[in-house]
């Protein structure tokens, strides 16, 4: 009879204990989402300025409520409308602006057309073109090319950087491109 006692109440003691980590889960639950929304709408501001372009790189980190900007600009507009429209959202304390303003220069202009029209004018990569925003974003600084963003698969991830590779004036081609449910490798 101890033992069955005993045993009842173990049970009584596992259940009380899983109940009250359940009632501490939906807290967690509340603060994750919103979080998540806070990354889905500084996400969406940036990609819906006016002048944000496949020539440009904006990326960011959110820890908490601040915001930190990242990632090239080829106008100096464009940092400056990032951080502004990121300001203004609900949730957001603070942001670190961090985009990097690439110098003008008319070599730099010239590669970019190049590399636009190697990587967007191939018939296999010219869907990428197809969005408001290409998700295959073209760096230039210095002559030098960075591929950012993000491919369906491999195959397109070297093609794109065969294709730069192969433009007059490139000093070198940094591929960062993501495949897409992949990794950068």
């Not at 990354?39 to 915001?67: M, W």
């Not at 002559?143 to 794109?160: C, I, P, R, S």
Request: proline share 4%; hydrophobic share 40%; no cysteine.
């Amino acid at each position: 009879m101890r033992n069955r006692r005993r045993a009842l109440y173990a049970v009584f003691l596992t259940i009380f204990a899983m109940s009250a980590a359940n009632a501490t889960l939906p807290q967690k639950q509340k603060e994750e989402p919103k979080a998540q929304d806070l990354i889905k709408e500084v996400r969406h501001q940036l990609v819906l300025l006016p002048y944000y372009s496949v020539f440009d790189n904006l990326a960011f980190k959110v820890e908490g409520s601040k915001v930190t900007l990242v990632g090239q600009v080829v106008r100096p507009t464009l940092k400056s409308d990032a951080e502004n429209v990121v300001k203004k959202l609900e949730g957001v304390s603070s942001v670190a602006n961090e985009i990097e303003v690439l110098p003008l220069s008319p070599n730099d202009d010239q590669i970019r057309r190049g590399v636009f029209r190697a990587i967007y004018g191939d018939t296999s990569l010219s869907r990428y073109a197809e969005s408001a925003v290409p998700s295959i974003h073209i760096i230039v600084k210095n002559g030098n090319v960075t591929l950012e963003g993000v491919a369906d698969n491999d195959t397109d991830k070297n093609l794109a950087n065969l294709r730069a590779n192969g433009v007059p004036n490139v000093f070198s081609v940094k591929n960062n491109l993501v495949v897409a449910g992949g990794s950068k490798n």
